[in-house]
């Protein structure tokens, strides 16, 4: 299974960036998918997760308004629409799959991770 992350890089504060997911998962709308993220020399966190239908999503408080998940089943991948981006969102982007089809709690698969920096 590979979960391909893509779309970071440097942006300034304030911008926006656009992040994709393509899985090679061949059931990928039996999951849910999701995203976390690491800083440097931080936790990795918890960011934002997609039921399978795309009905149900969620977010961590320090995202809500700014970032938006979605997915395209037809097309394996996952989204996450980064807006009003901070000097503090800068960390590694890590997808995410679960196999429970309503949320992200503990993931059966990661990504390899992108990297999103955020100047001042």
């Known amino acids: 299974v590979q979960l391909q992350a893509s779309g970071g890089g440097l942006v300034q504060a304030g911008g926006s960036l656009r992040l994709s997911c393509a899985a090679s998962?061949?059931?990928?709308?039996?999951?849910?998918m999701g995203w976390f993220r690491q800083a440097p020399e931080k936790e990795r966190e918890f960011v934002a997760a997609i039921s399978w239908s795309g009905g149900s999503t969620s977010y961590a408080d320090s995202v809500k308004g700014r970032f938006t998940i979605s997915r395209d089943n037809a097309k394996n991948t996952v989204y996450l629409q980064m807006n009003s981006l901070k000097p503090e969102d800068t960390a590694v982007y890590y997808c995410v799959a679960d196999s429970l089809t309503h949320t992200v709690v503990v993931p059966d698969y990661w990504g390899q991770g992108t990297q999103v920096t955020v100047s001042s």
């Open positions: 998962l061949v059931n990928f709308d039996s999951y849910a």
